[in-house]
């Protein structure tokens, strides 16, 4: 591989956890989306790079697929659920964007020590993907987890789900079955969660998950 | 020969879905019944045939079965082959038994099931030759009993029973699980490699005392004892019979095959825990025992004594061969292991009684019994047996056992290690109390129950058993009398076991004048149960003749002196409770914190006056009560974890994922 190819590879999978980055501090919901879908481009054009320097034209698949499902329809149809629903448009965050930013780099440090330090014998560009992975990953639970809005844990579970398939594409060799599957759990999940969210609309007038937990009579 | 023997468990195996249908037709039971009695009788053939004939052969066999590259390993040797023997001669005399006494079972559905399941999974363990075989044996032995300790589970006793039961087993087999994981750490699962590998001095150590823990749980050693009591006596009667006559004995056999076999050269302090538990067991559960009114707790808690006299045996050959004393060694194996298939005699032959009796008059309360001799002469005779040889009288059995066991602990001051020296004649004291202890208790068992005048309308209109369970209960008895006048055959017949396990045999007995038997050597000292029977018996027939002849055409039937009350009722005949009241004083309030508390009426009330005694298990309250109360308090705190937010356990599974990086990374 060249060095020219594998710079570019890595400067999509840079990009990816760029986006995850920009991510976590938006908190309006057009916005997030906007990033998110941004983030799924990158994603596309990551793995069609991959697929042009591994010559593995199944790759295209995977890419076209991230392309159309995750950059396109995905954020299309959240769109569209907020402006049927009229989702409070604000992201109540749990804690400050400062600190989350904070602990989103340290994130991406441990994953580059821990990647960089069990993976001494793969070639350079799949230990470098990976690394960018699961900082990719962490950085999608991270939103989950400081988000109280349902359609950023989504959005949040989606990034993560990004992070997967990068990693999946940086080491070659993973069956097109497989990207396909976990592409089809993803919208399985996408449905699932929006049914979800539609209900909780219903009943509670809010998206918030807060309203759950006063449901529940959930002590603070 | 091996091959006949898993044939036989297989037979076992089969029966139990067959069970299910047998349940549901009349005369499904007899079939099952009659079923596993062939199978056990061919398992107990096969092992006796094995263990007379080609001792020293140790086959083998690998069934494709189980963990994928370990497969199901089994080993037919001596010690597989003695305990085969005693396992399914308790099989055959439970199913002779239940032959007859199944057939009063109120929900068939709940016992025959399990019944050849677990005959079946006391052979595997037995048979099995690697770590996963038998701990899934062993889980599956506890649970089969499990389901047959709640199959009367509308009363509310069994239930708590079965759930103190299941709990205790759990532990044992983590135990177990765990001192198999240190032993296989170097070698794998394999018996046959942990054998042959070499670990460290601390690790068998610790290995030696969990194999302790898990055996000795489900033997019921003190103070792992808890659930024992309350177990056996809630299963139908055969199965408390199998459970106490054959379980606990399993559980003795994991602990000498982990211990004596898979281990190496055993440590000395390893004796010294062995006794240090075994010593207190026989004295504290014959104690238990003198406390209860119930016939078939009074058993259970006997059972407990034994395991103990048992387990001092066991203690005793660890401290001789860690020293080197291999012929003292023998002895003191020789004796465990007889006691193992004598107590498996006696103590089925009790259980099937009591069930007899429970059959008869629907009591298992001592005080509402009374006058059975009359009622139920055969089953009496059997039982008087079986008392007589629980509490070591000669000429039977127990005492041969026993005896033997002295002979060892006379043997201590050869040993050079001051702390064993002193511990194991203050354990031969607590041998000697608990062997009159035990005498105590099954005077008190027989004469209250069977002598005396009937306590209730149910003990007055009791009636004879049938025919299957008595043959059980006779063959058993034949058996105490036969091992307690011939115990030389049967100790030859142990000599290769302890060649196995110890390394040594005791000297050869057949073939001595009179069949006596010499634990050393003929001048040290020496028993010959012959002798000591024809003696008993020609002065039994002596008296008795003499009797007859003087004072047989004199008997007169009259009232029962009343000690001038106007009203005989029989419950103001000599009670078990008063007969144990001497011991109770002495020993219970200590012990059982015991209080006597008598309630008067105030003056020119008609209020009858109360008598009552409380009785304390202080071995449950001071240990069991507050592991109980602190597992309470941690489950209460740890309960709030099941009412979080989506955000929150993701936050958990987050942290937890960042911490185990932050591992991998550091």
Redesign the interface.
């Known amino acids: 591989m060249s060095s020219l190819q594998f710079d570019i590879a890595h400067l999509f999978a840079g990009s990816l956890v760029l986006a995850s980055f920009m991510m976590l501090y938006q908190d309006r919901l057009y916005a997030l989306l906007n990033v998110y879908a941004l983030h799924a481009g990158v994603l596309a054009l990551s793995v069609a790079w991959q697929a042009y320097v591994q010559q593995a034209p199944h790759l295209y698949v995977t890419a076209l697929i991230a392309l159309v499902f995750k950059a396109i329809i995905i954020p299309v149809a959240l769109h569209r659920i907020i402006k049927r629903l009229g989702i409070h448009r604000e992201i109540e965050n ?1 804690i400050g964007v400062g600190l989350t930013m904070m602990a989103g780099i340290g ?1 991406v440090a ?2 580059m ?2 990647m960089l ?2 993976t001494p014998g793969a070639d350079a560009l799949a230990r470098e993907d990976l690394a960018f992975a699961l900082s990719v990953v ?1 950085l999608g ?2 939103i ?2 400081t ?2 809005n349902a359609v950023s ?1 989504v959005v949040g579970f989606m990034s993560l789900e990004n992070g997967l398939v990068l990693a999946a594409t940086g080491a070659k060799g993973m069956p097109l079955v497989v990207e396909i599957s976990v592409a089809f759990s993803v919208l399985i999940a996408f449905i699932v969660i929006g049914i979800f969210l539609f209900r909780i609309r219903e009943r509670f007038d809010s998206v918030d ?1 807060q309203a ?2 006063r449901f ?1 009579g ?1 002590r603070r | 020969m091996i091959a006949v023997a898993l044939w036989s468990v297989a037979v076992l195996l089969a029966l139990a879905p067959a069970g299910v249908v047998l349940s549901t037709v009349p005369r499904g039971p007899i079939i099952l019944y009659g079923g596993c009695l062939m199978a056990t009788s061919a398992l107990c053939v096969t092992a006796l045939s094995d263990l007379l004939y080609v001792p020293h052969l140790t086959q083998s066999a690998i069934l494709p079965i189980g963990l994928p590259w370990l497969g199901a390993h089994f080993r037919l040797d001596a010690l597989s082959a003695f305990f085969l023997v005693v396992v399914n001669l308790g099989g055959v005399a439970a199913s002779l038994f239940a032959l007859g006494y199944g057939r009063h079972e109120e929900s068939p559905g709940r016992v025959l099931p399990f019944y050849p399941a677990y005959l079946a999974a006391m052979n595997v363990v037995v048979l099995a030759n690697d770590a996963f075989s038998f701990l899934v044996a062993w889980e599956f032995m506890s649970l089969t009993s499990w389901a047959m300790v709640v199959s009367h589970h509308r009363e509310a006793e069994n239930v708590r029973a079965g759930y103190v039961y299941l709990l205790m087993a759990s532990f044992g087999t983590l135990t177990l699980l765990l001192a198999f994981g240190l032993l296989a750490s170097g070698a794998g699962y394999d018996f046959d490699a942990i054998r042959a590998s070499h670990p460290s001095a601390a690790l068998t150590g610790m290995a030696a005392i969990l194999a302790l823990l898990g055996a000795g749980s489900k033997a019921g050693l003190v103070p792992l004892h808890a659930w024992l009591p309350l177990a056996h006596p809630a299963a139908p009667s055969h199965v408390s019979g199998l459970m106490s006559g054959v379980m606990t004995k399993v559980a003795v056999y994991g602990f000498v095959r982990i211990v004596f076999d898979l281990l190496p050269e055993p440590m000395w302090w390893w004796s010294m825990v062995v006794l240090l538990v075994g010593g207190p067991t026989s004295t504290l559960g014959v104690l238990y025992a003198l406390m209860q009114r119930d016939i078939k707790r009074v058993l259970a808690y006997s059972t407990i004594e034994n395991i103990g006299i048992i387990f001092t045996g066991l203690g005793l050959a660890l401290a001789f061969k860690a020293e080197g004393l291999d012929w003292v060694a023998a002895l003191a194996f020789t004796a465990a292991m007889l006691h193992v298939f004598n107590h498996a005699l006696f103590k089925s032959l009790l259980f099937f009684g009591a069930g007899a009796v429970l059959g008869a008059t629907g009591e298992r309360d001592m005080e509402k019994l009374g006058g059975l001799i009359h009622r139920m002469p055969k089953t009496a005779v059997a039982v008087l047996v079986g008392c007589v040889a629980i509490s070591a009288l000669p000429p039977f059995n127990g005492f041969v056992s026993e005896w033997l066991t002295f002979q060892a602990i006379l043997l201590s001051p050869q040993l050079s290690s001051w702390g064993l020296k002193l511990v194991i004649p203050a354990v031969g004291g607590l041998l000697a109390l608990a062997a009159a202890f035990a005498a105590a208790c099954f005077v008190k068992l027989y004469g209250v129950s069977f002598l005396g005048r009937p306590r209730s309308d149910a003990a007055a209109s009791a009636h004879e058993t049938d025919r299957f369970s008595l043959s059980a209960m006779l063959m058993l008895a034949a058996f105490c009398l036969v091992a307690g006048i011939l115990p030389g055959l049967f100790i030859d017949a142990l000599a290769p076991v302890s060649k196995n396990m110890v390394g040594n045999v005791m000297p050869h007995q057949v073939g001595l004048q009179w069949l006596t038997i010499v634990p050393i050597a003929k001048s040290r000292s020496s028993y010959n149960g012959l002798l000591v029977f024809v003696f008993v018996a020609l002065c039994g027939t002596a008296a008795a003749s003499a009797i007859h002849r003087f004072a047989s055409d004199r008997l007169r039937r009259a009232p029962a002196w009343d000690c001038g009350y106007p009203d005989p009722n029989p419950t103001i005949q000599y009670s078990a409770s008063s007969f144990s009241q001497p011991i109770r004083r002495v020993f219970g309030s200590v012990i059982f914190a015991a209080r006597e508390i008598g309630e008067m009426p105030p003056p020119s009330s008609p209020l009858p006056a109360r008598f009552r005694i409380e009785l304390r298990d202080l071995i449950w309250d001071e240990l069991y009560a507050p592991i109980a109360i602190v597992i309470g308090f941690a489950t209460e705190r740890i309960n709030i974890l099941q ?1 979080l ?3 929150r356990y ?2 958990l ?2 942290v937890a ?2 911490v185990l ?2 591992v ?2 550091l």
Request: glycine share 0%; aromatic share 6%.
């Open positions: 749990v994130l441990l994953s020590v821990v330090r069990v962490l639970l991270l989950m987890v988000r109280r844990q998950v759950l937990d529940r959930e | 009412f937010s989506i955000r993701l936050t599974v987050f994922l960042i990086l932050l991998v990374a």
